[in-house]
């Protein structure tokens, strides 16, 4: 009886390699680009900001609810390091940022970009435990229309500065690396 099995058994094994072989060209395609922001994007020439709804808490949020407030509007994916790396960095000079009206929107990209990692709440806890229950730092899930608005190349770490007049005033990325455009856009937006 068990002799009678031994040759399906084979061709099940046989099957599931050659599946396993068959798929791994797809799976090279389907990886993530893993293509930054631009650090140095053209000036937006104080272009109006788009007017768009993210998910926070479970409710969509409209970025007019922080109208009057200068904005880093953050998109991230949760399986990108160098997000993982702006967090801390932002976390590092969260006092700093708390004596300033900036809201910091960070949000998961949509659908986190197409590829599979941890929601945005886990993120945050594991990147930067101390800003989750700051005012300053708003953390949700882009919408579509908010990624295809704010990120239409979809980039893995990209954030606009919103000043207060909702206009965007940089678009950059990677804030451990750009973390001094930073900077100088919340004191502009303080004078």
């Known amino acids: 009886m068990i002799a009678s099995l ?73 399986w990108c390091g160098s997000c993982r790396a702006g967090l801390r960095v932002l976390a590092r000079n969260q006092a700093m940022i708390d004596k300033t009206g900036i809201r910091v929107i960070v949000l998961r990209d949509y659908r986190n970009g197409g590829y599979p990692g941890i929601g945005i709440t886990k993120f945050a806890e594991r990147a930067a435990p101390g800003l989750m229950h700051d005012p300053h730092f708003i953390f949700g899930d882009d919408t579509r229309a908010l990624y295809t608005l704010y990120n239409p190349h979809h980039y893995v770490d990209v954030y606009d500065l919103i000043g207060k007049d909702r206009k965007i005033k940089v678009v950059s990325s990677t804030p451990s690396a750009t973390f001094g455009r930073i900077e100088a856009f919340i004191a502009a937006e303080r004078s």
């Open 6 to 78: 031994m040759p399906t058994l084979n061709n099940v094994r046989r099957l599931a390699l050659l599946a396993g072989v068959m798929a791994l060209p797809g799976l090279a395609v389907a990886s993530p680009s893993g293509v930054m922001g631009p650090k140095d994007a053209p000036d937006p020439g104080n272009q109006p900001a788009p007017v768009a709804s993210f998910i926070s808490g479970g409710r969509a949020v409209s970025l007019r609810s922080y109208a009057g407030h200068p904005i880093m509007l953050w998109q991230v994916a949760t």
